[in-house]
């Protein structure tokens, strides 16, 4: 008898956990779907959002070209490094 009550009482106690399980499987389910939503971390971390909002927008904003009028010194220093290349095809072209 006492062995058929404690069979029962573990059959009821899995019973149990099962149907938790159940629930604690769709609790899961909701929250990484939840935190898979950029809108998620917008609630809970504004300021955090929005600092990384900005500092992406600095990032993607095109620097100023900065301009560079050489002399000739350094015009001829260039070309002795190979590092620049003068076509003169196309200047005697635009004379024409």
Do not use: C, N
Request: aromatic content about 6%; cysteine-free; charged content about 30%.
């Amino acid at each position: 008898m006492a062995t058929e009550d404690s069979a029962d009482a573990i059959r009821r106690r899995m019973a149990e956990l099962r149907r938790e399980l159940a629930y604690d499987v769709r609790d899961v389910g909701r929250s990484a779907r939840a935190m898979a939503s950029p809108a998620f971390y917008v609630r809970k971390f504004p300021w955090a959002t929005t600092a990384v909002a900005a500092a992406i927008g600095y990032l993607l904003i095109p620097k100023k070209k900065q301009i560079v009028q050489p002399d000739p010194e350094m015009l001829a220093e260039l070309v002795r490094k190979h590092q620049i290349k003068i076509d003169s095809s196309a200047a005697a072209k635009r004379k024409d």
